[in-house]
């Protein structure tokens, strides 16, 4: 480029704009890489230390045409300082992926997903869905990412729950929107004697509530009194326990 293109350059403005765009971008696509490798498995693989490529390739794909593709994924990994290549190949090298890669985390995964996936596709699709007047629907949510990032208030609301919540005694108890019933779960397992019911909106989640539910009303000592319905307040609701 010829020095007079190049003081145009700098001084039109654009040389600020792209800066500028640089710094927003970053974070943004940081946010998206994590996301992603967290969801393939690429971060708990790393997590103990590195593993080369040739052992990552053929853990995520059989195909060898796409080599290519999954190394420059890779690196970009690198270039945005979330992991390292080494001689024994890639492994984590940003704080984020290594706080992330600890299942016990695992909410803060989810939050990551919901926001990445979920809450991009909210903002970016706005616009054009408002202009064709199509609404979005609960199947565009992915209700057991968002269960799974609720976690992340639990110890907020235990404490709550264990405030409002006497150990003994009949109890009813109505939760609205319950996800993966956290919280009736640990409401039963508190007080024996509590009865009940959790609402929950998406059929995928109501099934993993239920799940956990019935483990908790199969425990000794305890009545089956705990229940999750697929429903909304909106719909008529059978409340026989309460």
């Given at each position: 480029m010829r020095l007079s293109a190049l003081w145009r350059f700098m001084t039109s403005g654009r040389l600020q704009l792209v800066v500028s765009l640089a710094r927003l971008l970053r974070p943004f696509y940081r946010a998206c890489f994590v996301s992603a490798a967290a969801s393939s498995g690429v971060l708990r693989r790393l997590a103990n230390g590195p593993v080369s490529f040739d052992h990552l390739m053929r853990e995520v794909s059989p195909d060898p045409?796409?080599?290519?593709?999954?190394?420059?994924?890779?690196?970009l990994g690198v270039s945005l300082g979330e992991l390292r290549q080494g001689p024994e190949?890639?492994?984590?090298?940003?704080?984020?992926?290594?706080?992330?890669?600890?299942?016990?985390?695992?909410?803060?995964v989810a939050l990551l997903q919901e926001a990445t996936r979920v809450h991009r596709a909210l903002i970016v699709e706005a616009p054009e869905r408002v202009k064709h007047a199509r609404r979005f629907a609960l199947e565009d949510m992915?209700?057991?990412?968002?269960?799974?990032?609720?976690?992340?208030?639990?110890?907020?609301?235990?404490?709550?729950?264990?405030?409002?919540?006497?150990?003994?005694?009949?109890v009813h108890?109505?939760?609205?929107?319950?996800?993966?019933?956290?919280?009736?779960?640990?409401?039963?397992i508190r007080n024996p004697d509590l009865t009940a019911l959790g609402l929950e909106l998406q059929p995928s989640v109501a099934e993993i509530a239920r799940d956990r539910v019935r483990g908790v009303n199969s425990r000794p000592?305890?009545?089956?009194?705990?229940?999750?319905?697929?429903?909304?307040?909106?719909?008529?609701?059978?409340?026989p326990l309460l």
């Amino acid at each position: 480029m010829r020095l007079s293109a190049l003081w145009r350059f700098m001084t039109s403005g654009r040389l600020q704009l792209v800066v500028s765009l640089a710094r927003l971008l970053r974070p943004f696509y940081r946010a998206c890489f994590v996301s992603a490798a967290a969801s393939s498995g690429v971060l708990r693989r790393l997590a103990n230390g590195p593993v080369s490529f040739d052992h990552l390739m053929r853990e995520v794909s059989p195909d060898p045409s796409m080599r290519a593709a999954f190394h420059s994924w890779l690196s970009l990994g690198v270039s945005l300082g979330e992991l390292r290549q080494g001689p024994e190949g890639f492994s984590l090298r940003g704080r984020l992926s290594k706080r992330l890669a600890n299942p016990a985390n695992d909410a803060g995964v989810a939050l990551l997903q919901e926001a990445t996936r979920v809450h991009r596709a909210l903002i970016v699709e706005a616009p054009e869905r408002v202009k064709h007047a199509r609404r979005f629907a609960l199947e565009d949510m992915d209700g057991c990412v968002t269960a799974r990032a609720s976690c992340l208030l639990e110890p907020a609301v235990m404490n709550v729950v264990n405030e409002l919540l006497p150990s003994r005694g009949p109890v009813h108890l109505l939760d609205v929107g319950c996800g993966s019933a956290t919280y009736v779960c640990h409401a039963a397992i508190r007080n024996p004697d509590l009865t009940a019911l959790g609402l929950e909106l998406q059929p995928s989640v109501a099934e993993i509530a239920r799940d956990r539910v019935r483990g908790v009303n199969s425990r000794p000592n305890r009545a089956t009194r705990s229940r999750v319905q697929q429903s909304h307040l909106l719909r008529p609701v059978c409340l026989p326990l309460l």
